[in-house]
């Protein structure tokens, strides 16, 4: 278990993470620059007064994440020019956090890929994950349609007819932005809260950048409930077992389906089987 300060609730605190949550939605789905710059002073400002250093050092990096995420175009275009526009910032939110903690307050971002400990509930979800990761989608979709008339699968764009390169890149696309998913949001993010506060709190605010991030993306709608209990189940999971490996492969199964119902939603003779038909 990450070790955790657990400070106190104070009204300053609580008023710091709450315009840190405003500053998040307000700068990165909402694109509200002025208010959300307007929090994000606001925190900076709640951050500075704190007396613990270390709190200022870790919010202070996450609030920089949260505003460099801000200003990045977050869309998602298969196109070269948009891999390197997203994928440059997002480079640097997981990896410069990680040098900054480095030289002068180790041991909370760590890439830990084994568990220490095998756990049969964390097997048991990765196994379940695999028939709820297809209902969870279908009903993703029914539920944009019916209540947003907003179609979710064709936020990402393919070709009238089947190209087998562009199916490949939007698997590797989809599949690259879901390894960052959880090195940002649940190492880096979750990580850094949850050295400060208790659990609940650290996953609430996790959850509420992962959820902003994708809500920007590509999952509007009904996705701001869906990503949010994604999000927070996968926070639950990283705290018990403190390893990345069951949050990837439950996220890189989320991520199979949603490509195969993606690439049938543009070809309807295509399944589950895109990945390995003759061509691709």
């Known amino acids: 278990m990450i070790e955790s300060l657990e400070l106190p609730f104070t009204k300053s605190r609580i008023a710091m993470l709450v315009s840190f949550a405003l500053a998040t ?34 919010i202070g990096i996450l609030l920089g994440c949260v505003i460099l995420l801000g200003v990045t175009d977050i869309n998602p275009s298969l196109s070269n020019e948009n891999f390197l526009k997203v994928g440059i910032p997002f480079t640097l939110v997981i990896a410069l956090p990680g040098v900054i903690q480095y030289f002068g307050d180790r041991g909370i971002i760590r890439y830990r890929f ?11 979800y990765t196994i379940l994950s695999i028939p709820l990761a297809w209902v969870v989608l279908k009903s993703y979709d029914w539920g944009n349609r019916t ?23 939007l698997f590797i696309g989809i599949n690259l932005v879901g390894i960052w998913d959880e090195l940002f949001f649940v190492n880096v993010c979750f990580a850094l809260f949850r050295s400060l506060f208790q659990f609940r709190v650290a996953n ?4 509420v950048v992962y959820t902003a991030v994708l809500f920007d993306m590509a999952f509007t709608g009904c996705g701001v ?14 705290e018990k077992s403190e390893s990345l490996l069951w949050v990837l492969i439950v996220h890189l199964i989320v991520d199979y389906f949603l490509v195969a119902m993606i690439v049938q939603t543009y070809y309807p003779g295509y399944g589950l089987d895109f990945l390995w038909r003759k061509g691709f």
């Open 25 to 58: 939605i307000l700068l990165i789905p909402a694109h509200q620059f002025i208010a959300g710059g307007i929090f994000a002073i606001v925190c900076v400002i709640l951050i500075a007064q704190d007396p613990e250093p270390q709190l200022r050092r870790r």
């Open 114 to 124: 084994w568990p220490k400990i095998w756990r049969k509930q964390d097997i048991i």
């Open 147 to 169: 209540f947003f008339e907003d179609e979710l699968f064709r936020h990402w764009l393919l070709p009238a007819e089947p190209d087998a390169m562009e199916i490949r890149r």
């Open 204 to 207: 609430t605010m996790q959850a």
């Open 225 to 238: 409930f869906i990503v949010f209990a994604f999000a927070w189940t996968q926070g639950a999971m990283f």
